[in-house]
């Protein structure tokens, strides 16, 4: 081998190493990195279930020091007085129902609107997707005042009829960008063979929207198991209070009761939790497909 050859060896084997250092070096940096930001995303988390186990004097003394000891009265306690069982009844019949019902009418929405082309189909989409950007706070007096003159408030259904409205537009947005992609002919040929377009939705396009049906569950079970504000305005019984709700009964008027507060939010993240664990796979998924499509 020539003195050149050997030099070019040489070089192409630096480089070689010189790329696998740097692949090797970006792979530890991107996994510092992660490591930190999961850390700052657990770090609430993990401030509640440590804190949840301590009496008011330790939280208040030092929030970021281990419990001295477990101290699980804080649950039961909890349990007994913000109702749990009862709350947990309220917020899965609420959840179950507004999501099945967002999923069920935003998706047949979504379908007339993608099959039906007119001036008017498309002014619908766009008034529906346009309402997105409308905050909640802007229309809550009004909401408050029409739906309590006619005597729809403390009721659990007016609380899903509500949630209905709200979660519409963003499942029709998510649906309508699916079903552009489904072929005609399979609706055809279901038609041709004496299908309805009933039987078409329901047999043909519903099961192919299965993504996105996952989707628009997990992120709408997210968001009204959580939610606060709009149970808190028109849930007014106490035997009608969500978990959120319940929580809120450890703040008096001048203290907090924090280790009871801490032990009941945690017992109310932790259903949530677990379904997301469960399902976090469907939602990029879902979500892919659907900007694809």
Same mark, same amino acid.
């Given at each position: 081998?020539? &003195?050149?050859?050997?030099?070019?060896?040489?070089?192409?084997?630096?480089?070689?190493?010189? !790329?696998?250092?740097? %692949?090797?070096?970006?792979? @530890?940096?991107? +996994?510092?990195?992660?490591?930190?930001?999961?850390?700052?995303?657990?770090?609430?988390?993990?401030?509640?279930?440590?804190?949840?186990?301590?009496? =008011?004097?330790?939280?208040?003394? =030092?929030?970021? $020091?281990?419990?001295?000891?477990?101290?699980?009265?804080?649950?039961?306690?909890?349990?007994?007085?913000?109702h749990f069982? /009862?709350?947990?009844?309220n917020?899965?019949?609420i #959840?179950?129902?507004?999501?099945?019902?967002?999923?069920?009418?935003?998706?047949?929405?979504?379908?007339? +609107?993608?099959?039906? %082309?007119? $001036?008017?189909?498309?002014?619908?989409?766009?008034?529906?997707?346009?309402? *997105?950007?409308?905050?909640?706070?802007?229309?809550?007096?009004?909401?408050?005042?029409? !739906?309590?003159?006619?005597?729809?408030? /403390?009721?659990?259904?007016?609380?899903?009829? *509500?949630?209905?409205?709200?979660?519409?537009?963003?499942?029709?947005?998510? !649906?309508?960008?699916?079903?552009?992609?489904?072929?005609?002919?399979? &609706?055809?040929? @279901?038609?041709?063979?004496?299908?309805?377009?009933i &039987?078409?939705?329901?047999?043909?396009?519903?099961?192919?929207?299965?993504?996105?049906?996952m989707?628009?569950?997990?992120?709408?079970?997210?968001?009204?198991? /959580?939610?606060?504000?709009?149970?808190?305005?028109v849930?007014?019984?106490? +035997?009608?209070? #969500?978990?959120?709700?319940?929580?809120?009964?450890?703040y008096?008027?001048?203290?907090?009761?924090?280790?009871?507060?801490?032990?009941?939010?945690?017992? #109310?993240?932790?259903?949530?939790?677990?379904?997301?664990?469960?399902?976090? $796979?469907?939602?990029?998924?879902?979500? #892919?497909a659907?900007?694809?499509?």
């Amino acid at each position: 081998m020539s &003195e050149n050859s050997m030099v070019t060896v040489g070089r192409r084997t630096n480089a070689v190493a010189g !790329y696998r250092f740097q %692949k090797k070096l970006g792979a @530890a940096i991107k +996994l510092a990195v992660l490591s930190i930001l999961l850390v700052l995303f657990l770090a609430p988390f993990l401030m509640v279930l440590i804190n949840s186990f301590k009496p =008011d004097a330790e939280i208040i003394l =030092d929030p970021l $020091r281990l419990p001295t000891s477990l101290r699980f009265q804080n649950f039961t306690v909890a349990f007994e007085k913000m109702h749990f069982l /009862n709350a947990l009844y309220n917020s899965f019949i609420i #959840t179950v129902a507004s999501v099945v019902f967002i999923a069920l009418f935003s998706s047949m929405c979504a379908y007339a +609107l993608v099959r039906r %082309k007119s $001036r008017g189909h498309t002014a619908i989409y766009l008034a529906m997707v346009a309402s *997105m950007i409308v905050p909640f706070q802007a229309i809550m007096i009004p909401l408050l005042k029409i !739906y309590g003159s006619i005597g729809m408030l /403390n009721s659990a259904w007016s609380l899903v009829y *509500m949630y209905i409205g709200f979660g519409t537009s963003f499942a029709v947005f998510m !649906y309508h960008g699916f079903i552009k992609g489904i072929s005609l002919e399979l &609706e055809e040929a @279901a038609t041709i063979d004496g299908c309805s377009t009933i &039987e078409v939705f329901f047999l043909i396009v519903l099961p192919l929207l299965q993504s996105t049906t996952m989707t628009v569950i997990i992120l709408d079970v997210l968001w009204i198991w /959580n939610d606060f504000l709009l149970p808190s305005l028109v849930l007014l019984a106490p +035997l009608k209070r #969500t978990l959120p709700l319940s929580t809120f009964y450890f703040y008096g008027t001048y203290t907090v009761n924090y280790g009871l507060l801490l032990a009941g939010l945690v017992m #109310t993240i932790i259903p949530v939790v677990v379904f997301y664990l469960f399902s976090q $796979r469907y939602i990029i998924s879902g979500i #892919t497909a659907g900007s694809i499509k």
